[in-house]
């Protein structure tokens, strides 16, 4: 209906304005410190929020047309953030914003949509849900939360060179049980899931034997000496991509392992 047409574009319109990157219109980083280290987000296969994916909707006089479909979609240019004054306040997709979180905002992508976003001067790399709409500053690809920013090592300078992808979560409605991974252990720049880091060989054998039960392939406990002392690392893999690395993880998650991470060495 016209009136609801007018009505969507008008609350992304209002809760769109001003999304254009830290330090700017009043904008700022929080004072309390944050880790570098904050866990990326774990994709997952969402359906579209309520709010925010209307076919097109205009800022400042530019249309923008909303993604049908994201997959495979890249893109490269200039990475901003956003902090302190939009804390708290809802998102184009009804979700509160959380500068503390892992998300992001983009102009086009669905919402819901995952991606990773690859700092192309300094290498780092972070998984994002994007939930938001912005930036709308020109050249400006994506608008990052306050941690993914820190992370990717941009909370400074307030804008980065990134390049993104989005990850295809259609693929993780598959169980872990039905995917078949390699069975080299050559770990030398392999996707591996890490489940846990132990000192106690028993305890890491005991976790390893559990996965293995749950029909989890390519369960393997690694050796390494840390500080002297030895440390039994519980890890799956390798795994062929990051698409299928988060769908494993999704699946511990569903049985109660929520510390899982993705580790490439």
């Not at 410190?33 to 994916?53: H, K, Q, V, W």
């Not at 519980?234 to 998650?253: K, T």
Request: proline share 5%.
């Amino acid at each position: 209906m016209p009136v609801n047409k007018f009505f969507y574009s008008f609350v992304i319109l209002i809760l769109s304005l001003d999304l254009t990157g830290c330090a700017t219109g009043g904008d700022s980083a929080p004072d309390d410190f944050i880790r570098n280290d904050t866990p990326d987000a774990i994709p997952a296969n969402e359906p579209l929020s309520r709010y925010g994916n209307m076919p097109s909707y205009t800022v400042r006089g530019k249309t923008y047309q909303v993604l049908k479909n994201s997959i495979g979609f890249t893109q490269k240019g200039i990475a901003s953030w956003y902090g302190t004054k939009f804390h708290g306040r809802k998102t184009s997709s009804g979700e509160k914003y959380n500068m503390y979180a892992m998300t992001a905002a983009h102009k086009t992508l669905p919402l819901p949509t995952y991606v990773e976003v690859t700092h192309t001067g300094n290498g780092r790399k972070v998984i994002l849900k994007v939930n938001d709409r912005g930036p709308f500053h020109e050249g400006r690809v994506i608008d990052l939360s306050y941690a993914a920013a820190r992370k990717l090592g941009i909370s400074a300078t307030g804008t980065g060179p990134v390049s993104l992808r989005v990850i295809n979560t259609s693929a993780l409605d598959l169980k872990t049980s039905e995917v078949v991974l390699p069975t080299a252990i050559n770990t030398g720049g392999k996707i591996h899931i890490q489940v846990a880091a132990m000192g106690s060989e028993e305890a890491a054998e005991k976790m390893a034997g559990n996965l293995r039960d749950k029909d989890i392939p390519s369960v393997r406990v690694h050796v390494i000496k840390n500080d002297g002392k030895k440390l039994y690392r519980v890890r799956i893999g390798p795994i062929p991509n990051v698409d299928l690395a988060y769908q494993v993880i999704n699946e511990l998650n569903e049985i109660g392992l929520n510390t899982a991470r993705v580790v490439v060495d």
